[in-house]
């Protein structure tokens, strides 16, 4: 399939580790978050999103915090397998305008 | 169809072609949105539909792309004397549309068409 990035930050993690990605967002009116999942070859897939009124949500296997004091959003993969190996984002919306993506973080999983 | 779907999966056109990019929804969804996804950044957006009309199109780098949604269902990305420039994954996206801002039920991306000009 096609890859969506050759020079993403890459984060590379043992399987059966936590994993944690990290994003910074722009603007800090932003009230709506998602993280996607984008494997090779398809598009984005939703995992999780957060409104700004919480710091912290909770998905299946996932979590994701929420600090608006340094505009910083990150997401907590637990027990990562090897299915989790994909181009990770973040994006932020401002009051129903159009959604603002991350430059996308490559989690790659070790066996 | 049970998601989005996107055709063609990869075009390759010589600089100076037109290209079409055709997008189906997910059947009912109002929304429909088209970005733009350069190698190894993240997706931007170009254009977005509620039904048949474009509400907003702030995101098309130029006039030389145009969308349309003639009966609110499928839309066709097309862009005119392609440049190097937009080689590019175009994906589209739909959603419900149900709660009256553009953004703010989920959107579906579809699978993208890989755009390579030479």
């Known amino acids: 399939g096609e890859s969506v990035g050759l020079h993403l930050p890459t984060l590379s993690v043992q399987e059966g580790d936590n994993s944690i990605i990290n994003c910074a967002y722009s603007n800090s009116a932003s009230d709506y978050f998602i993280w996607y999942k984008q494997e090779s070859g398809k598009g984005p897939q939703f995992i999780i999103d957060?409104?700004?009124?919480?710091d912290k949500r909770q998905g299946q296997r996932v979590t994701v915090l929420l600090n608006k004091t340094v505009k910083h959003l990150s997401l907590q993969i637990a027990a990562t397998q090897p299915g989790d190996s994909a181009v990770y984002f973040c994006a932020e919306n401002f009051y129903g305008q159009n959604f603002v993506f991350g430059p996308g973080t490559r989690l790659s999983v070790l066996p | 169809g049970a998601g989005v779907s996107q055709s063609p999966r990869y075009k390759v056109a010589k600089r100076g072609q037109d290209v079409a990019l055709r997008c189906d929804p997910i059947s009912g969804h109002v929304s429909l949105f088209w970005y733009q996804q350069a190698l190894g950044q993240g997706p931007e957006f170009l254009t977005y539909?509620?039904?048949?009309?474009?509400?907003?199109k702030s995101g098309l780098p130029s006039d030389r792309f145009f969308a349309e949604r003639p009966e609110g269902s499928v839309s066709t990305l097309k862009i005119q004397r392609t440049q190097q420039e937009d080689s590019a994954v175009y994906l589209c996206?739909?959603?419900?549309?149900?709660?009256?801002?553009?953004?703010?039920?989920?959107?579906?991306f579809g699978p993208g068409t890989r755009l390579t000009v030479t």
């Open positions: 996206a739909s959603s419900l549309g149900l709660q009256g801002f553009a953004s703010v039920d989920e959107q579906y």
């Open positions: 539909f509620q039904n048949e009309a474009q509400l907003d």
């Open positions: 957060i409104r700004s009124n919480m």
